[in-house]
């Protein structure tokens, strides 16, 4: 039979198949109903035509023999590996039943919906959430919420707002747009852009700058392309990032070189920074950073000497020991030095149109669900009520608190867990172990995603398959543009969307009824906020930008009455202003002001210990071929990145008696994990830097090895219960101690 | 018939191996196949160490001759994430690179 001519359908990746934060444009083929390859949508303003690696990948993605295609249920025990395909129907059957039983006897509280990084989650997930009525909205053991929350918090009660680096991606002419300007400086703090699009900011736009001008300053433990390119390497200990922007602020505001008509117009609390920064003299963060004081002038005066400069930070800043008190300080650099919402500094990053696709906060919870619901279920909300940050602004529950609920049944039994796009065990969770140990016990457990990993075969009761972005419809407003993912081909198998799963199911366990027959119906009514709906802008391409004069656009909001919802010039905090001094964090019992704290496990914290485990170990490393602990099973991607690596410094290696490619073990007190060795200069003498996330799914599924992740993830290193005073922040993914030993006989 | 090549500036290459994947992914290669690669290139000089990536096309490469037969750039160039390659005849390249510092040609047909 003849094939038929290949169709191109635009759409907006954003979901399974890339897996990352993502919104390229892209163009997907399609001939006989199947995808045949994925590329960038040249007319795209986010990517511009390019795609990553991940993005390329797709269709291999989609088409994968280990694609789960098929609602399954687990007919031996948990971890035997031994699953039944049933239907749709007796899957959703089945879920509703156990879930009513278990809310009629524990109450909806009992069960913890369980979200990870991936994919347009967080809106199908809070959707069925609350309909069940269950506050319990987690990333199981993200210990500390250590992954943009505590950034966000930190700005939230700073400046109302998040901000994030100006690369013209708020205009739809980028690059082109007249009112946009190239950042002097763009001070890379703790990312690696080229790996991905973090946070929804897509990585090569540094690049992009870097051709139109843009310098660097990047604090980085490693050398790598960027500090390769950049005028100042602060080459820091891992974990003393606070110490840096509080040395930074004490030279910029010491050396009057701060924007002083903004700080005098649109800063609270100067005086009392001025002072709290005396403290943290170049010479003293010097000791404990290792960064030389002259480097720490040098980066603070050129940052703040050439305006305008922008700063674009990453998830280290989280998972600092104080991560929320990290970021405070990290934001009050670019508030002293006028740097916000300007073009090329740290522009205000609002939802596109006004449009919530994924409630970050609080107050968007509120929005689509009602004061009185979001009000009601946080008197149940796990950790809420431990920590005033969390209860106020992001309504997650703290997963340090969790596990320890999880073990105890106080002062609530947890008896249920939806996970849907995260592999709990293998990827974000610090000590897994703990987790799986707790989470067995469960009584039902439902698992939502594309292939098995070591969560699901350890913990699923029923597995239900769910859509790449090429085969489902969906909408993004993760800051700019508004844009909608088209549905290219039907599910492969049986696979549907996580929105058309939780639709069905929220109808089912809704205690009052769902307004929407269908996906569109809801996709349209949450696009009214942008005067817009789902056909309207897949014709114009997938993408649209707000109008001019709309609030969701820059720059300079302050001082036009854009920001607050009074429509008062200034910033939506109590004072109006950039608070450096923060009500907020002294409304919720934290000091309005920033400081240094140590990581528990370090050289000066803990000398005894580190003479047993002398090198200090950095997790999460990055791959541009993976997002997180996906991806380890395509074989274009895995090609290119195929052993779990650590680096680890040449000289060091050598007193180790370790080569370049040996299988080592990274060895603490928490246990050990199994790595090739990447023996190179590019690493610092004391620091040992590990990728997170890594099993190896051609490995044995089934008990006892789960795909292999007590072997290589490097989790099993870390712990829970360090987090900071405010709840977020403050654990060991980025900070511990280790040491290194060669496996014998283990080069290959 | 003039000759085409690729014209790297290989010095903005950030090591994202887009181009390995676009390029599999046009040709449906199987895996040790690829028509370019990215290697990383670490040097040491007394004060610094510098990490560099360089790209360079291998055997299997043949210019993307269907995709640029209709018009289309070959798929390493279009997805570069640093937009760093550019597809054209020999001679056009020569003279770009003229006023490219750290790049190199390629002419693989």
Same mark, same amino acid.
């Given at each position: 039979m003849a094939k038929s001519k290949e169709n191109i359908v635009l759409s907006t990746l954003w979901s399974a198949g890339c897996g990352s934060h993502g919104g390229c444009g892209c163009e997907i083929y399609v001939q006989d109903g199947k995808v045949t390859r994925v590329e960038g949508d040249k007319n795209h303003p986010f990517n511009q035509g390019r795609l990553c690696a991940k993005g390329l990948a797709i269709s291999q993605y989609m088409y994968h023999p280990d694609r789960v295609l098929y609602p399954l249920k687990r007919v031996g025990e948990r971890g035997e590996g031994k699953w039944q395909r049933i239907t749709w129907d007796e899957a959703y059957d089945t879920i509703e039943k156990k879930l009513k039983d278990i809310r009629t006897k524990y109450g909806a509280e009992s069960v913890i919906f369980c979200q990870g990084t991936g994919r347009d989650i967080g809106g199908p997930i809070t959707f069925l959430m609350y309909a069940y009525g269950s506050p319990n909205w987690v990333q199981v053991g993200l210990a500390g919420h250590a992954c943009y929350t505590p950034r966000l918090g930190a700005m939230f009660a700073t400046q109302g707002q998040y901000s994030v680096a100006d690369c013209s991606q708020f205009l739809e002419k980028r690059y082109d747009s007249p009112e946009w300007t190239p950042p002097k400086y763009i001070i890379m703090w703790a990312q690696n852009p080229a790996a991905g699009c973090h946070d929804g900011f897509y990585g090569h736009w540094i690049i992009d700058c870097m051709k139109r001008g &843009?310098?660097?300053?990047?604090?980085?433990?490693?050398? $790598?392309?960027?500090?390769? %390119?950049?005028?100042?390497?602060?080459?820091?200990?891992?974990?003393?990032?606070?110490?840096?922007?509080?040395?930074?602020?004490?030279?910029?505001?010491?050396?009057?070189?701060?924007?002083?008509?903004?700080?005098?117009?649109?800063?609270?609390?100067?005086?009392?920074?001025?002072?709290?920064?005396?403290?943290?003299?170049?010479?003293? +963060?010097?000791?404990?950073?290792? +960064?030389?004081?002259?480097?720490?002038?040098?980066?603070?005066?050129?940052?703040? /000497?050439?305006?305008?400069?922008?700063?674009?930070?990453?998830?280290?800043?989280?998972?600092?020991?104080?991560?929320?008190?990290?970021?405070?300080?990290?934001?009050?650099?670019?508030?002293? $030095?006028?740097?916000?919402d300007n073009p090329g500094g740290n522009v205000i990053a609002r939802n596109s149109h006004g449009v919530t696709t994924y409630p970050f906060s609080s107050a968007e919870l509120t929005k689509l669900y009602g004061a009185d619901l979001v009000k009601k279920l946080n008197e149940k909300r796990i950790g809420a009520n431990d920590y005033p940050m969390i209860k106020n602004f992001r309504g997650w529950v703290q997963p340090d608190v969790l596990i320890n609920q999880l073990e105890t049944g106080k002062p609530y039994p947890v008896k249920g867990?939806?996970?849907?796009?995260?592999?709990?065990? @293998?990827?974000?969770?610090?000590?897994?172990?703990?987790?799986?140990?707790?989470? /067995?016990?469960?009584?039902?457990?439902?698992? =939502?995603?594309?292939?098995?990993?070591?969560?699901?075969?350890?913990?699923?009761?029923?597995?239900? #398959?769910?859509?790449?972005?090429?085969?489902?419809?969906?909408?993004?407003?993760?800051?700019?543009?508004?844009?909608?993912?088209?549905?290219?081909?039907?599910?492969?198998?049986?696979? /549907?969307?996580?929105?058309?799963?939780?639709?069905?199911?929220?109808?089912?366990?809704?205690? $009052?009824?769902?307004?929407?027959?269908? =996906?569109?119906? !809801?996709?349209?009514? %949450?696009? /009214?906020?942008?005067?817009?709906?789902?056909?309207?802008?897949?014709?114009?391409?997938?993408?649209?930008?707000?109008?001019?004069?709309?609030?969701?656009?820059?720059?300079?909001?302050?001082?036009? @009455? !854009?920001?607050?919802?009074?429509?008062?010039?200034?910033?939506?905090?109590?004072?109006?202003? =950039?608070? !450096?001094?923060?009500? %907020?964090?002294?409304?919720?019992?934290?000091?309005?002001?920033?400081?240094?704290?140590?990581?528990?496990?370090? #050289?000066?914290?803990?000398?005894?210990?580190?003479?047993?485990?002398?090198?200090?170990?950095?997790?999460? %490393?990055?791959?541009?071929?993976?997002?997180?602990?996906?991806?380890?099973?395509?074989?274009?991607?895995?090609?290119?990145?195929?052993?779990?690596?650590?680096?680890?410094?040449?000289?060091?290696?050598?007193?180790?008696?370790?080569?370049?490619?040996?299988?080592?073990?990274?060895?603490?007190?928490?246990?050990? +994990?199994?790595?090739?060795?990447?023996?190179?200069?590019?690493?610092?003498?004391? =620091?040992?830097?590990?990728?997170?996330?890594?099993?190896?799914?051609?490995?044995? @599924?089934?008990?006892?090895?789960?795909? &292999?992740?007590?072997?290589?993830?490097?989790?099993?290193?870390?712990?829970?219960?360090?987090?900071?005073?405010?709840?977020?922040?403050?654990?060991?993914?980025?900070?511990?101690?280790?040491? +290194?030993?060669?496996?014998? @006989?283990?080069?290959? | 018939m003039a000759h085409n090549g690729l014209l790297i500036q290989y010095d903005w290459c950030t090591g994202c191996h887009a181009c390995e994947v676009a390029c599999k992914q046009e040709h449906n290669f199987s895996e040790g196949m690829v028509g370019i690669k990215v290697d990383e290139v670490v040097s040491t000089a007394p004060d610094k160490v510098y990490v560099d990536y360089m790209p360079y096309t291998t055997r299997f490469c043949d210019l993307c001759t269907e995709r640029t037969k209709s018009g289309e750039q070959p798929a390493c160039v279009k997805h570069c994430q640093a937009t760093c390659i550019t597809y054209g005849t020999i001679t056009e390249l020569a003279k770009l690179m003229e006023k490219q510092p750290r790049s190199s040609i390629f002419a693989p047909k």
């Open positions: &843009s310098k660097l300053i990047t604090i980085d433990p490693r050398a $790598t392309w960027f500090t390769t %390119r950049s005028e100042v390497h602060l080459q820091n200990r891992p974990g003393t990032d606070g110490a840096i922007a509080l040395g930074m602020l004490n030279v910029i505001i010491n050396e009057g070189i701060y924007d002083k008509a903004f700080v005098e117009k649109w800063c609270y609390g100067f005086d009392e920074l001025k002072e709290r920064v005396q403290e943290y003299t170049p010479e003293k +963060v010097e000791k404990i950073s290792w +960064v030389p004081a002259d480097l720490i002038r040098k980066a603070a005066r050129l940052y703040a /000497k050439n305006k305008p400069s922008a700063i674009q930070w990453g998830e280290p800043v989280d998972a600092m020991p104080a991560g929320s008190v990290v970021a405070q300080a990290i934001n009050h650099l670019w508030a002293i $030095t006028g740097n916000i867990a939806w996970i849907q796009t995260s592999n709990i065990l @293998g990827g974000q969770a610090a000590d897994p172990r703990r987790h799986y140990n707790a989470m /067995k016990k469960l009584d039902f457990i439902v698992y =939502v995603d594309l292939f098995q990993n070591p969560t699901s075969m350890a913990l699923a009761d029923i597995f239900l #398959p769910a859509a790449t972005i090429c085969e489902k419809e969906s909408f993004r407003s993760w800051w700019q543009p508004l844009g909608v993912s088209v549905k290219a081909v039907n599910g492969v198998g049986e696979a /549907k969307s996580d929105w058309d799963i939780n639709l069905e199911l929220a109808k089912r366990l809704a205690t $009052t009824p769902i307004k929407y027959n269908t =996906v569109r119906e !809801l996709i349209d009514d %949450r696009l /009214k906020d942008g005067n817009t709906n789902f056909e309207k802008l897949k014709a114009k391409g997938c993408w649209e930008y707000p109008p001019e004069g709309h609030n969701t656009r820059p720059y300079y909001r302050y001082e036009k @009455g !854009l920001l607050r919802t009074d429509s008062k010039p200034g910033f939506e905090t109590p004072s109006g202003k =950039v608070e !450096l001094f923060s009500k %907020r964090y002294e409304e919720w019992g934290l000091d309005p002001l920033p400081y240094y704290e140590e990581p528990k496990e370090s #050289p000066t914290a803990s000398p005894d210990l580190a003479k047993k485990y002398p090198l200090i170990l950095t997790t999460g %490393r990055r791959s541009p071929v993976f997002f997180h602990s996906e991806h380890r099973m395509i074989p274009w991607l895995r090609e290119l990145d195929p052993f779990p690596m650590c680096e680890i410094n040449d000289k060091t290696a050598a007193t180790l008696g370790i080569d370049n490619g040996d299988w080592v073990y990274i060895e603490n007190t928490r246990g050990k +994990v199994k790595m090739k060795a990447k023996v190179t200069p590019t690493s610092h003498p004391q =620091v040992v830097t590990a990728p997170h996330g890594w099993w190896l799914p051609e490995t044995d @599924g089934k008990e006892p090895n789960l795909f &292999s992740t007590w072997e290589y993830n490097i989790n099993n290193l870390t712990s829970m219960g360090n987090q900071a005073k405010s709840g977020f922040g403050g654990t060991d993914y980025r900070s511990s101690l280790c040491r +290194v030993h060669k496996i014998e @006989g283990g080069k290959e | -």
